[in-house]
Every structure is written in C-alpha cells, then in structure tokens.
C-alpha cells in the first residue's frame, strides 16, 4: 500500500511563487519515485523559514488539521531542514518528516544495485544522519542514570556518533581503493590515446537510453528519476575518427545533497577526466533552459 504524503514549499524573496510550482513538480516526481502517493501541496509566503518550525504558526495549524483529518504518513519539505526543525516538527505533526535531500538519498538507496553503488549511497547516508543523531536519542540519555539506564558515563548519542564516525572513516577507505582502480583504468586509456567522451546531464533527460544506442549496450534505462547510479564505460567506434571511449554517468539534479556530490566523487570523476562532455538535454521538457543551467552550475 502507498503511503499518503503531503508537499510543503516556501515562498521567499529569492524564490517566486512559479518557481515553488517548479519545485514542487519535481519534488511530487521524486515521492512518486519513492513510491509515495502525493495527495496536497502546501505553499506559504515568508520572508524566510521559521527557525523552529519551518512554516509560519497559521499555516502550521492548517497543516496539522489536514495531516489528522487525511491520515497522512509522509511529510515533504522541499528545503533541508535542520535537526531542530526536523525535532519540532515531528513532534508537531506526529508522522514520518523528510525534507528534500533524505528523500532524494532514499531513492538512490532503492536505486544502488552495485556493491560500489550500495557504498556510496551508505556513505551519504550517514554523513546525513550523523548531525540529526541528536533528535533519535534525547529519550535514552545512559548518564540520567535509572533502572536500565545506568552506564559507563557514555551517553548513547555519543556512543552512535562514535561508531557512525568509525564507519565513515572505513567506508572511505574502501572509496579510496575504488578511486585508485578507476585511477589505473584510466592512465590505461590515456595510455592507448583512446579519447573519452562523458554523456552528463539532469535526471531522466535520457542518458542511458542515448549510450544504449551508441554502443549497443543493454545498460538500464528507464523513464525514472536517478536510474543510473554508477557510471558505465563501452569502447566504440567512430566513422570519422576512430576507436573512442564513452562513459554513462549519474544525472543530476536541482540541490543534490553534498553528501552525495561527496560520495559520488569516483563516479562523477568520469564527467571531469572527459575529453568531450556530451550534454544530452530532454527537449520536450518545458523547463529545459532551466535544467541545463542548473547541470552546467554543477
């Protein structure tokens, strides 16, 4: 069964009411995505989110009346809200609380099909985690003391962040062997002055679909939001030029969390190693421009 959601967005003065609309369109595809079933937008005008609460106190109660009277499991925030945002709200609306950057890095853990995929979504996933521990553990504090609670004078938050830490440590490690093997894949390629051309551009604007065509490959292409996880590299050969690489690489998006952009540094080493960078752009999407400024910023 689909879990119900609800999107918020704000309206600020750097961001204007059609923009919102934008955003949200694409937040509702990304909950779409995730397998959530949007049911109601929610948009405010605010000359900045609150700092406890995101969205002013009125609107707050509308939302709240809706979430109760709707049953809804899922809220979407279309900003990255801070571990004290994330706190209050919880305890406002009393249901499941995302902002836009845990949903995106949901879809990429549903999406990791390869174990050097699965590292780097786990990797973001707890560089994400690890500043909103706090929030998970404020009722299981070991030094209050108590039955059952009596400890080495280490809390349990601290405790998590210790481990959390050593784990994030060890997963770059593994990262950094991946990056010396691309590494040695690549001197290899510049070796045999075999040109690289890179296929980039926003999520779903039809990479893969264009490298399948190009090299006869079966790499999987489909009409979803981050399909394409890790970057895949076919030798071809050129009429006019010869024997070429091309590589299929993650697409991008609009706010991409940095805990991503960091995890994903192997895989988009490939976009900068390129001799050519092929933009491959969706022309039937209305908001194209926009999307290719946002890719080239990128």
């Not at 249901?95 to 973001?124: G, W």
């Not at 999520?203 to 890790?230: M, R």
Request: proline share 3%.
């Amino acid at each position: 069964m689909q879990e119900k959601a609800i999107l918020i967005g704000l309206i600020t003065p750097d961001v204007t009411r059609e923009l919102v609309e934008e955003y949200l369109l694409e937040l509702d595809f990304l909950a779409r995505t995730a397998g959530a079933n949007t049911v109601k937008q929610f948009t405010q005008k605010l000359p900045h989110p609150d700092n406890k609460t995101f969205l002013g106190k009125g609107k707050t109660e509308e939302v709240c009346e809706f979430v109760e009277q709707n049953e809804i499991d899922i809220i979407i925030f279309d900003d990255e809200l801070s571990p004290s945002q994330l706190r209050n709200i919880e305890r406002i609306y009393k249901c499941k609380i995302l902002d836009r950057s845990n949903l995106i890095l949901d879809i990429f853990a549903s999406r990791a099909q390869t174990a050097k995929a699965r590292t780097q979504v786990e990797l973001a996933q707890y560089q994400y985690v690890l500043p909103r521990l706090t929030r998970m553990w404020t009722h299981l504090e070991r030094q209050k003391g108590g039955i059952g609670l009596r400890g080495p004078g280490e809390t349990q938050l601290e405790t998590d962040k210790r481990l959390i830490s050593l784990r994030i440590k060890n997963i770059n490690k593994r990262l950094s062997k991946v990056h010396k093997q691309h590494d040695l894949g690549r001197k290899s390629r510049v070796k045999n002055q075999l040109p690289m051309i890179s296929l980039a551009g926003y999520t779903n604007a039809g990479k893969s679909t264009l490298f399948n065509l190009l090299t006869k490959a079966q790499v999987y292409a489909d009409d979803k939001l981050f399909a394409t996880l890790d970057s895949t590299i076919r030798r071809v050969m050129l009429p006019a030029s010869g024997e070429a690489v091309i590589a299929d690489t993650v697409g991008f998006i609009q706010d991409l969390p940095h805990e991503l952009i960091e995890a994903f540094k192997s895989t988009l080493e490939e976009t900068r190693q390129a001799n050519v960078l092929l933009h491959v752009v969706d022309a039937s999407d209305p908001n194209s421009r926009d999307k290719i400024e946002q890719v080239e910023e990128i």
